[in-house]
């Protein structure tokens, strides 16, 4: 089976072909980061968690995965204008 490389900021890693976007996040990254994960983009592409990350045929560099993450939500709902 094909491996395919994964890169999140300054990490790498080899993963199987069939890798997900949860499973790869899931090693590379620690628990309490990926609860505060709400978007994924791989290779400029919004992604699902459940979707597989493909690597290009005819490209040697990794998959780049772009992580939006939200440290804080603020309740706004009882401030007065």
Not at 12 to 38: D, N, Y
Not at 57 to 76: E, F, G, M, N, S
Request: aromatic share 4%; proline share 4%.
């Amino acid at each position: 089976m094909a491996e395919i490389a994964i890169k999140i900021d300054d990490q790498e890693e080899r993963f199987p072909g069939s890798t997900t976007v949860a499973e790869a996040l899931k090693s590379l990254m620690s628990g309490k980061q990926r609860k505060q994960t709400i978007a994924v983009y791989a290779n400029d592409q919004a992604v699902d968690l459940d979707a597989e990350l493909v690597e290009e045929a005819d490209v040697d560099d990794p998959v780049t995965v772009l992580v939006l993450q939200c440290k804080r939500i603020y309740d706004v709902s009882n401030v007065s204008p």
